[in-house]
């Protein structure tokens, strides 16, 4: 009841999901913990970066230093007013003489707008419109490149976005010690920065609330999670107001901006450490079929989530004990495979026809979503999806991969046995191979399908393609 409930904790209600914390997942409370010093922290250095862009050179004296008249020059006057913020336009003004009558007054002369005391209207908005060309400009072409691969690995954009962000805020802060030229080229550069920050934090942050909201209130989180940004930035900027009116020097500037971005990017990496997805990307796969095939054990999502890497690389097979196995490519077109199934490069640089050919290839996989190829000497495998595919066969695509990966390592560790296996068997081993770990990946998830699901992994959420990928159509011969 209402009554019942104290006033923090009415207080508390404004700003948290209705039924927290039963409506979102386990993990929601400390992320947002996390996020928000991450935001307080941002906004206090976001201030410095801000005051040094605006800043910019002070003018020297020899060109651009007024000074009030002598009736007017007492000493109240002189220790409010700086020195040299005082221009004019005006020579004739009665009040605001030049200190050397003979040197002409310069009269809004060119600059490279904000931050430049000598900079006239048109400049400065030149330099905001050039800004922000390039900022749009990089958004378009960062979400075409990039756009399929920012769910899959929400987590890792989610923490490159806050690396472009403080970036961006450490070349606002250098370039006032540059000239105006290249002083343009870093304000710009640090607008593209931004831009990508945007594009990568606003799809993180999509995928990570649809992973919170447990009971279909997505967008009551979303509206709940601008709540705690506002009040976050509001107390960011009065805490910021005291730290520039007493941070003026450049090293307790550098000391403070350096502190505080330590601080943003530390308690972003615990937050999204401390986010447990349960889709399966292509790090959690290799972590969670790895554990089942070697320890014969499902890992949780909590589990996998103190293992998993922020920053991957794309597409490598890993085994449990971190050893790098190979490389995967998951939905490419048929001609990747024809390129690689056709010919064999060997080290002398000679090529020579291998006798698998597609049809035999094809017929292996007829009764599955995909056909996968896997070369041994490059440790490489392609999947190439067919039209139709089910999330559930991309994993088994995936974990087949996986356990040729790991086949070629053992072998490769006997390699005179291997080389006279090979000269028996020619290139129907492979074939055969392909034919095992086919049926071996059939078992894995006949068995542990179901025990996939119940500790907790979503197994129908598609999150192993970082790219747009192709799909393939059979025809039946009639």
Known sequence: PPESRSFAQRVLDVFLPVGFPHSVTEDYMQYQIYDSLQAFSSSIAGMLASRAVLQGKLPSSSSTAYSFSPSLNSPCISQCIPHYAIPSSHPTSPHLTSPHPTQPLLTNPPGVGVGDATASPTAALLLSVLQESMGRLATILFAHKLGTALEPECKKYRLAADVFNDTAMILDCLSPAFPKPLRVLILSFSSVLRSLCGVCAGSAKASLSAHFAKRGNLGELNAKDSSQETVISLLGMLAGSVVVSWVSTPVATWSTLI??????????YAAVKAVSMRCLNRQRANIVFS????????????????????FERDGVLRWADDR????????????????????RHKQSGSVELQAVTLSDLVQIFHGEAYVLWYDSEQSDAWIVLKQGCTPIDQLKAWAQALLLAQRAHVRGKHKEQVTTERRHQGDGGRLAELTVTLEETQKLFDTYANRLVEVGWDLDTAALETQAGMRLKVMERI
């Not at 502190?259 to 972003?268: D, E, F, K, M, Q």
């Not at 554990?291 to 922020?310: G, T």
């Open 291 to 310: 554990a089942i095939l070697h320890e014969n054990a499902v890992p949780r999502p909590r589990d996998v989530s103190q293992r998993e890497r922020i």
């Open 324 to 343: 790098i196995l190979g490389h995967c490519s998951i939905g490419v077109p048929m001609q990747t495979v024809l390129q690689h199934l056709g010919l």
């Open 259 to 268: 502190l505080l971005l330590s601080i943003h990017l530390g308690t972003n």
